[in-house]
């Protein structure tokens, strides 16, 4: 069964949580208090944890950074600090999604499904030897199937903020936050330039598939072959 951690110091919320995602199927282990939590994550990791932002001893984002030392398992971020500095802390250590309270039992369980899929499709991308696509951070360069797709600095920042997490559907103002530096003069409307640019490098080296998903309204994201 898929092993999800509940670190959540509000013990009706935990409980709740609980409930719904044992109907799911999913079994379920609650912590109140951010040190165990941690002490739990590096000793046996979950293949999901749910992780309140406020918790006693050690706040949720401390969790989250000593938890991604020694685990890449993903990270869903429940908080009701709904500023936009917070977001990104969390997404920079490497929260795979945030969930902002009040919220409701069944959306939980829908971001647990999407999350835990996204992160099947990330290991596609990162091992699977059809669709292997290396990011070089050091000399700023990217390869698919061996080949380079000689990006420009702004596209191989962008193709490396979608690339963190395959499947999750970035919206141009998050992608201007992750991709490109402060003093960057780039406007939405760039975001979508660098878009079709890096689309036609990608579809020269795998004109089978189409890596970047539009998703009308919301954003885009990066998609793996299916296996």
Not at 50 to 73: E, K, T
Not at 120 to 141: F, K
Not at 154 to 161: I, K, N, S, T
Request: hydrophobic share 40%; aromatic share 4%; with cysteine.
């Amino acid at each position: 069964m898929t092993r999800i951690l509940i670190v959540e110091d509000e013990h009706d919320i935990a409980s709740v949580l609980q409930d719904y995602l044992r109907h799911e199927g999913y079994d379920t282990e609650h912590i109140a208090d951010g040190q165990l939590a941690l002490a739990r994550i590096q000793a046996d990791p979950p293949d999901l944890t749910l992780l309140d932002v406020m918790l006693p001893r050690l706040d949720g984002l401390a969790v989250l950074r000593g938890a991604r030392a020694h685990s890449d398992a993903p990270v869903i971020m429940l908080t009701a600090r709904t500023e936009e500095i917070d977001r990104l802390i969390g997404l920079e250590l490497g929260a795979d999604d945030y969930i902002c309270k009040p919220f409701s039992p069944r959306e939980v369980v829908a971001r647990v499904r999407a999350v835990l899929r996204r992160t099947a499709q990330q290991a596609a991308v990162s091992n699977g030897p059809a669709c292997a696509l290396a990011l070089d951070e050091e000399q700023w360069s990217a390869n698919l199937h061996g080949e380079p797709l000689n990006l420009t600095r702004r596209e191989f920042r962008l193709l490396q903020a979608l690339a963190r997490h395959p499947g999750r559907i970035f919206s141009r103002g998050q992608l201007l936050e992750l991709a490109y530096e402060p003093v960057d003069d780039v406007t939405e409307r760039a975001v979508d330039s660098h878009i079709k640019n890096l689309r036609r490098k990608l579809s020269a080296r795998s004109p089978s598939h189409d890596w970047i998903r539009s998703v009308y309204g919301i954003g885009f994201s990066l998609e793996a072959p299916d296996a």
